[in-house]
């Protein structure tokens, strides 16, 4: 069983950025596919970003595509989520996912959670 240990987020203004790493530990994130997971007061916890473990290719939802980059680094066992232009509505609890698969329809989570991190926007 994989073991993940999230960064800490924090407090920032509209259109700063923060990074987020979601290290591995107990197994590598080896050929499965991790990535991000969202949740704010009130709201269902939602799909932000994946990338597949091997060939680095990524996944976004909507609302962050041009704003959040995710990337690896394998030899660290680390996935990372850039945030850049961050927006009050961003503002949630993070968490991070070991094994992600698409359906054809939605990410679903298999792996994993990280413990969670708070990011908050302020306008």
């Known amino acids: 069983q994989v073991q993940l240990d999230e960064s800490e987020g924090g407090l920032v203004q509209a259109g700063g950025s923060l990074r987020l790493s979601c290290a591995a530990s107990?197994?590598?994130?080896?050929?499965?596919?991790m990535g991000w997971f969202r949740q704010a007061p009130g709201k269902e916890r939602e799909f932000v970003a994946a990338?597949?473990?091997?060939?680095?290719?990524?996944y976004y939802a909507d609302s962050v595509k041009g704003r959040f980059t995710i990337s690896r680094d394998k030899a660290k066992n680390t996935g990372y989520l850039q945030m850049n232009n961050l927006k009050p509505e961003d503002t949630a609890v993070y968490y991070c996912?070991?094994?992600?698969?698409?359906?054809?329809?939605?990410?679903?989570?298999?792996?994993?959670w990280g413990q969670g991190t708070q990011v908050t926007v302020s306008s």
């Open positions: 996912n070991s094994d992600l698969r698409w359906n054809g329809r939605t990410w679903l989570d298999f792996g994993s």
């Open positions: 107990g197994r590598t994130f080896s050929s499965y596919t």
């Open positions: 990338i597949t473990w091997s060939g680095g290719s990524t």
